[in-house]
Protein backbone atom coordinates (compact mmCIF):
# COMPACT_ATOMS: atom_id res chain seq x y z
CA UNK A 1 0.00 0.00 0.00
CA UNK A 2 2.75 2.56 1.08
CA UNK A 3 4.91 2.05 -2.45
CA UNK A 4 1.17 2.50 -4.08
CA UNK A 5 0.90 5.58 -2.58
CA UNK A 6 4.20 6.59 -3.22
CA UNK A 7 4.08 6.08 -7.01
CA UNK A 8 0.12 7.21 -7.09
CA UNK A 9 -0.97 8.88 -4.22
CA UNK A 10 -0.91 12.45 -4.79
CA UNK A 11 -3.55 14.44 -6.33
CA UNK A 12 -4.12 14.06 -10.08
CA UNK A 13 -2.42 10.94 -9.68
CA UNK A 14 0.79 12.44 -8.11
CA UNK A 15 3.32 10.57 -6.24
CA UNK A 16 3.59 11.54 -2.66
CA UNK A 17 7.38 12.07 -2.22
CA UNK A 18 7.15 12.30 1.36
CA UNK A 19 7.26 8.46 1.58
CA UNK A 20 10.90 7.63 -0.01
CA UNK A 21 11.97 8.25 3.09
CA UNK A 22 10.28 6.03 5.51
CA UNK A 23 9.94 3.28 2.50
CA UNK A 24 13.89 3.40 1.92
CA UNK A 25 14.50 2.32 5.87
CA UNK A 26 13.36 -1.34 4.56
CA UNK A 27 16.88 -1.67 3.19
CA UNK A 28 18.93 -0.69 6.07
CA UNK A 29 21.01 -3.58 6.34
CA UNK A 30 21.22 -3.66 2.36
CA UNK A 31 22.17 -0.31 1.47
CA UNK A 32 24.86 0.60 1.10
CA UNK A 33 24.89 -1.98 -1.97
CA UNK A 34 28.27 -3.43 -1.75
CA UNK A 35 29.11 -4.10 -5.38
CA UNK A 36 28.70 -1.03 -6.78
CA UNK A 37 30.51 2.32 -7.76
CA UNK A 38 27.38 4.15 -8.95
CA UNK A 39 23.68 4.03 -8.45
CA UNK A 40 21.39 4.36 -11.19
CA UNK A 41 17.45 4.64 -10.44
CA UNK A 42 15.29 3.48 -12.91
CA UNK A 43 14.00 6.51 -14.83
CA UNK A 44 10.55 7.57 -16.00
CA UNK A 45 9.76 8.97 -19.28
CA UNK A 46 9.64 12.99 -19.12
CA UNK A 47 5.46 12.80 -19.82
CA UNK A 48 5.29 9.96 -17.16
CA UNK A 49 7.48 12.53 -14.69
CA UNK A 50 5.54 15.59 -15.49
CA UNK A 51 2.18 13.72 -13.84
CA UNK A 52 4.26 12.02 -11.10
CA UNK A 53 6.21 15.35 -9.70
CA UNK A 54 9.59 12.62 -9.04
CA UNK A 55 10.49 9.70 -9.85
CA UNK A 56 10.08 7.36 -7.24
CA UNK A 57 13.18 5.56 -8.08
CA UNK A 58 15.35 8.38 -8.07
CA UNK A 59 13.82 9.33 -4.50
CA UNK A 60 13.90 5.70 -2.96
CA UNK A 61 17.69 5.62 -3.78
CA UNK A 62 18.18 9.62 -2.79
CA UNK A 63 16.32 8.76 0.90
CA UNK A 64 18.47 5.66 1.40
CA UNK A 65 22.37 7.36 0.40
CA UNK A 66 20.56 10.33 3.05
CA UNK A 67 20.48 7.36 5.31
CA UNK A 68 23.04 5.11 5.28
CA UNK A 69 25.69 6.94 2.76
CA UNK A 70 27.38 4.76 -0.81
CA UNK A 71 27.74 5.14 -3.92
CA UNK A 72 27.08 8.42 -5.77
CA UNK A 73 23.77 8.37 -7.18
CA UNK A 74 23.86 9.34 -11.16
CA UNK A 75 19.87 9.71 -11.95
CA UNK A 76 20.88 10.23 -15.49
CA UNK A 77 23.20 7.57 -16.38
CA UNK A 78 20.18 5.60 -17.83
CA UNK A 79 17.65 7.54 -19.59
CA UNK A 80 13.80 6.68 -20.49
CA UNK A 81 13.88 7.40 -24.93
CA UNK A 82 10.16 5.51 -25.27
CA UNK A 83 7.50 6.38 -23.32
CA UNK A 84 5.73 2.96 -22.10
CA UNK A 85 2.05 1.98 -20.82
CA UNK A 86 1.95 1.35 -17.41
CA UNK A 87 3.42 -2.11 -16.37
CA UNK A 88 1.10 -2.87 -13.47
CA UNK A 89 -2.04 -3.93 -15.79
CA UNK A 90 0.55 -5.90 -18.25
CA UNK A 91 1.31 -9.67 -18.44
CA UNK A 92 4.42 -11.25 -18.41
CA UNK A 93 5.00 -11.11 -22.11
CA UNK A 94 3.23 -7.61 -22.82
CA UNK A 95 5.35 -6.19 -20.23
CA UNK A 96 8.29 -7.63 -22.07
CA UNK A 97 7.21 -6.11 -25.01
CA UNK A 98 5.86 -2.86 -23.86
CA UNK A 99 9.81 -1.88 -22.47
CA UNK A 100 11.78 -3.36 -25.24
CA UNK A 101 14.17 -0.72 -25.90
CA UNK A 102 12.97 1.94 -23.85
CA UNK A 103 16.37 2.58 -22.18
CA UNK A 104 19.56 4.00 -22.96
CA UNK A 105 22.90 4.43 -21.02
CA UNK A 106 25.42 7.08 -20.84
CA UNK A 107 28.75 5.59 -22.23
CA UNK A 108 29.75 7.13 -18.57
CA UNK A 109 29.30 4.18 -17.48
CA UNK A 110 31.40 2.30 -18.96
CA UNK A 111 33.75 0.11 -16.54
CA UNK A 112 31.68 0.75 -13.58
CA UNK A 113 29.97 -1.66 -11.13
CA UNK A 114 26.03 -0.23 -11.40
CA UNK A 115 23.27 -0.77 -8.59
CA UNK A 116 20.10 -0.58 -10.71
CA UNK A 117 17.42 0.87 -8.25
CA UNK A 118 14.03 0.18 -8.90
CA UNK A 119 11.38 -0.03 -6.45
CA UNK A 120 9.07 -2.87 -7.43
CA UNK A 121 10.23 -6.21 -9.64
CA UNK A 122 7.70 -7.97 -10.78
CA UNK A 123 8.16 -9.87 -13.96
CA UNK A 124 11.71 -8.35 -13.64
CA UNK A 125 11.12 -6.96 -17.33
CA UNK A 126 12.10 -3.80 -16.40
CA UNK A 127 15.12 -4.55 -14.63
CA UNK A 128 16.55 -7.03 -17.56
CA UNK A 129 15.79 -4.15 -20.26
CA UNK A 130 17.67 -1.27 -18.38
CA UNK A 131 20.32 -3.67 -17.19
CA UNK A 132 20.89 -4.75 -21.03
CA UNK A 133 21.24 -0.90 -22.47
CA UNK A 134 23.58 -0.10 -18.89
CA UNK A 135 25.57 -3.73 -20.23
CA UNK A 136 25.50 -2.28 -23.40
CA UNK A 137 27.00 1.12 -22.69
CA UNK A 138 29.82 -1.23 -21.21
CA UNK A 139 28.80 -1.27 -17.52
CA UNK A 140 31.20 -3.83 -15.89
CA UNK A 141 28.55 -5.60 -13.96
CA UNK A 142 24.61 -4.15 -13.43
CA UNK A 143 23.24 -5.39 -9.82
CA UNK A 144 19.45 -4.94 -9.28
CA UNK A 145 18.05 -3.69 -5.88
CA UNK A 146 14.56 -3.58 -5.58
CA UNK A 147 12.61 -2.44 -2.61
CA UNK A 148 9.58 -5.15 -3.35
CA UNK A 149 9.32 -7.99 -5.01
CA UNK A 150 5.65 -8.39 -6.32
CA UNK A 151 4.33 -11.79 -8.24
CA UNK A 152 2.06 -11.19 -11.25
Do not use: M
Not at 26 to 45: E, F, M
Request: proline share 7%; charged share 20%; net charge positive.
Amino acid sequence: VALRRLKFGGPGGAGRRELARPLATLWRGTWPPPAGDVVAPVPLHPARLRVRGFGQAQALAEAAHGLYGGPPIDATALVRVRATAEQARLGRAARRRNVAGAFVAAPRVAGRRVVLVDDVVTTGATAAVAARALRAAGAASVTVLALARADR
